[in-house]
T-cell receptor, first 116, second 114 residues
């Protein structure tokens, strides 16, 4: 079974600054996907960024980037130039790359507050 | 617009009652999922379905039931056997045949047992 650990329950960052959210995972799978999802207050959960384990290059989506360390089983999210709209709960998630569907295992989440 | 619709957004239930949460998607996705979200515990998988008329238990299926009679619909029934049903419930879907691993979520239903 896979586990996903987010050790930072809450974080805070000043607007326009950079913040990094941590995530570690444990798996015996050789190929898998990793995700960061964002859940704004009272709003829908949406995908922020996705990483395929067999790709060594770190994924980037505009102000969001990841630091994927496969050997260390670490998958951190960096948010640059933080904006007030980034205030949300962030979940790290894992999915094995099998044909059995997209059953994701989620971490417990990190609540991020962006201060004006 | 394509998406996932969950209803109701808020639901109150007396102990001993069954309640059914609705989930409808118009994304033409084959797979649908139900997750339960509790503070400090993240999201936990209740049931999932990869095809019509077939579904599998997730990690915390006890006290819940589902059906998948249509591709677009995946209702969840919270039965009286569920010992702690107060939670936020999220429905999701995916086009898993595309192997992207991405889930699309509804806005959730908050169930409170009085």
């Amino acid at each position: 079974a896979q586990t996903v650990t987010q050790s930072q329950p809450e974080m805070s960052v000043q607007e326009a600054e950079t913040v990094t959210l941590s995530c570690t995972y444990d798996t015996s799978e050789s190929n898998y996907y990793l995700f960061w999802y964002k859940q704004p207050p009272s709003r829908q959960m949406i995908l922020v960024i996705r990483q395929e384990a067999y790709k060594q290059q770190n994924a980037t989506e505009n102000r969001f980037s990841v630091n994927f360390q496969k050997a260390a089983k670490s998958f951190s999210l960096k948010i640059s130039d933080s904006q007030l709209g980034d205030t949300a709960m962030y979940f790290c998630a894992f999915s094995p790359a099998k044909s059995s569907g997209d059953k994701l295992t989620f971490g417990t989440g990190t609540r991020l507050a962006v201060r004006p | 617009d394509g998406g996932i619709t969950q209803s109701p957004k808020y639901l109150f239930r007396k102990e001993g009652q069954n309640v059914t949460l609705s989930c409808e998607q118009n994304l033409n996705h084959d797979a649908m999922y139900w997750y339960r979200q509790d503070p400090g515990q993240g999201l936990r998988l209740i049931y999932y379905s990869q095809i019509v008329n077939d579904f599998q238990k997730g990690d915390i299926a006890e006290g819940y039931s589902v059906s998948r009679e249509k591709k677009e619909s995946f209702p969840l029934t919270v039965t009286s056997a569920q010992k702690n049903p107060t939670a936020f419930y999220l429905c999701a879907s995916s086009n898993y045949k595309g192997k992207t691993g991405e889930l699309f979520f509804g806005e959730g239903s908050r169930l409170t047992v009085l």
